[in-house]
């Protein structure tokens, strides 16, 4: 599976950006797709995943009512809908696929293959 990340950039803080995960090789459609960030010096962590049929997502708790991730099969696309952007939200989002189990969902150890990340920057 090749995941291309895209559609980060630079944006102020209370803004909106929407980054995108297209999907190659493995039949999108019964992957989980998840969404991770990494900040400078810090570990990577979870944002939020939905599975296949779009039907569950989960969130952190950081990012809850702010974002929203969605995916659309037909294009072997997963979404992720950032408003309300605050400068803690700047860091380097990856996006994954994979078959996590209810456990680890919210794991990167869920997911086996990860795209190449697109870097978002909030200025205050």
């Known amino acids: 599976v090749q995941l291309q990340a895209s559609g980060g950039g630079l944006v102020q803080a209370r803004g909106s950006l929407r980054v995108s995960c297209a999907a190659s090789?493995?039949?999108?459609?019964?992957?989980?797709m998840g969404w991770f960030r990494q900040a400078p010096g810090k570990e990577r962590d979870f944002v939020a995943a939905?599975?296949?049929?779009?039907?569950?997502?989960s969130y952190a708790d950081s990012v809850k009512g702010r974002f929203t991730i969605s995916r659309d099969n037909a294009k072997n696309t997963v979404y992720l809908q950032m408003n309300s952007l605050k400068p803690e939200d700047t860091a380097v989002y990856y996006c994954?696929?994979?078959?996590?189990?209810?456990?680890?969902?919210?794991?990167?150890?869920?997911?086996?293959?990860w795209g190449q990340g697109t870097e978002v920057t909030v200025s205050s």
């Open positions: 994954a696929a994979g078959s996590p189990t209810v456990s680890s969902l919210r794991s990167s150890a869920g997911y086996r293959y």
């Open positions: 090789g493995r039949p999108f459609s019964n992957s989980a």
């Open positions: 939905i599975r296949s049929s779009g039907g569950t997502t």
